[in-house]
């Protein structure tokens, strides 16, 4: 009840519920990542949660408040697990968590102050800081081997039905959380069910993606993927559902959510078809969080509500 | 050095690639940066809009004419491209402080306010590093006005998306030391991380 008292008196934005919901959605992820991959992803995992729950605590306890643990803390740990590589050394994850924990969240006021969303950060930090690491160093699950990238603009290679059953099926590399895209779609489909997220988010992510990748693939034939299977390729789906949807970092007016999400899509396409970045939609969501509130009225914004 | 070969590569590289802000860390000001409203930032930045690009035009022409001398089979004669940060200074306080002259005989009632403006861009980076990293880019006299036009637009964007962000912050619950400024520098590193990624 006491920890009630301090969340609300310190984040009017969260719902502590849906967030809660998303997490255990979340660790779903996770070991079903375990079960394609290797058991070291659980430890990915777990090594992620401590050092995120210790870099709060001792931020909270150095500036003398309450600390309150809440599922939040959780969260953002176990999005950074899931938007990496399999096997990244642990050290790495670390690196990331902190990075993400501090100067994405804390540094901000805490859960449901921060502009940016600290997952995103963390990953973008990783992916200047060790290019290889994270962004070519792909594990094939089906044999083991090491992939430099993750094939996101051809669209032949996923032709056949086979292959597309296949890629349903998690036969090829990706990141941990985005790998079995069929559990994506399940896990996804339960947390718009539960009304965990605003469905408006990934619908419109989803339809503008498919749209724009059939549009410009036919001015720049070979470049970008077909309109269909470029929404089960990356970690497009994943992103749009868990990261995109966070009500702290998205705008929250209907019309403005609408135009957040047609944002994301067409920086995801322009950067993943024109531009030498591997995977656009990380860029793309950070770029909406910072430009996203102008699309509400203003006294939206100063309200806070 | 910002690189391009078409008008639109142009527009598309000194706004989002090369940010003279973001990639090259110029014009980060602390007398802007405390400063809360838009209508501040816009008239600094109309003064270097009026400034820049007379100053980089200028600055061009020093250098082509009078700083490298090539003769007709190409090779450089003479070299004194060491000269061109005190040459260039030199223009830049000219530059500015005739049309600040200018300005207060002819609209003396209008242009009172901007007169602190004015002096205020001198001692920052924004203009001397903009007319370095342009003058050495650019190859035509026209581009020099182009390129200058489109970094100050550059520069507008950013700090207006800044200024932006802050207003939504609530700065009660930010820790006391990461109050203003820091707190500023922290998330123009992040957006200088995500235009890195408009690369290529």
Known sequence: ?305 | MIEFSNIFEMIIAAVFVSNIILSFYLGIDHQLFIEKKHTMINKRVLVILIVLPLSSMISFVIQQSLLIEIDALGEIVRDLTYFRTITFIVVIILVNYIILGLLSKFFSNQFKNLQNDFKGVLPSTIVLGSVIVITSSVTTLLESVLLSLVVVFGYAFVLNILKFIENQLEMKVVPKSFQGLPLQLIILSIMALIFSGFGG
């Open chain 1, 1 to 305: 009840m006491q920890n009630q008292n301090i969340l609300k008196a310190q984040n009017p934005r969260v719902n502590i519920k849906n967030i809660t919901i998303s997490t255990i959605l979340l660790s779903v992820l996770l070991v079903i990542g375990s079960l394609v991959y290797t058991p070291y992803v659980l430890l990915m995992g777990l090594v992620a949660i401590v050092s995120g729950v210790a870099v709060e605590y001792v931020f909270v306890k150095v500036r003398k408040q309450p600390y309150a643990f809440n599922a939040g803390a959780l969260d953002t740990p176990l999005l950074i697990v899931l938007l990496m590589p399999p096997q990244l050394p642990l050290y790495m994850v670390i690196v990331g968590t902190v990075f993400g924990v501090f100067f994405g969240k804390m540094i901000f006021g805490g859960l449901g102050r921060n502009i940016f969303h600290p997952a995103m950060m963390a990953y973008l930090f990783l992916l200047v800081t060790f290019p290889i690491a994270v962004g070519a160093n792909f594990i094939d699950p089906i044999n083991g081997n090491i992939v430099e990238s993750i094939n996101l603009t051809d669209a032949t290679f996923f032709g056949t039905s086979e292959q597309f059953f296949n890629l349903l099926l998690g036969r090829y590399p990706n990141s941990i959380g985005s790998t079995f895209v069929l559990g994506v779609w399940v896990v996804g489909a339960v947390l718009l069910f539960l009304r965990a997220v605003d469905w408006k988010i990934p619908l419109t992510i989803l339809l503008t993606t498919a749209l724009a990748t059939a549009i410009l693939g036919n001015y720049y034939p070979g470049q970008f993927s077909d309109g269909f299977v470029a929404l089960f390729q990356g970690q497009l789906l994943f992103i749009s559902l868990f990261v995109a949807t966070d009500p702290v970092t998205a705008p929250r007016t209907t019309k403005a959510r609408i135009y957040y999400g047609i944002g994301i899509a067409l920086i995801t396409v322009i950067i993943r078809g024109l531009a030498n970045a591997s995977e656009g939609i990380v860029y793309a969501v950070i770029i909406m969080n910072a430009v996203g509130p102008m699309f509400e009225p203003v006294e939206q914004i100063e309200k806070g509500e």
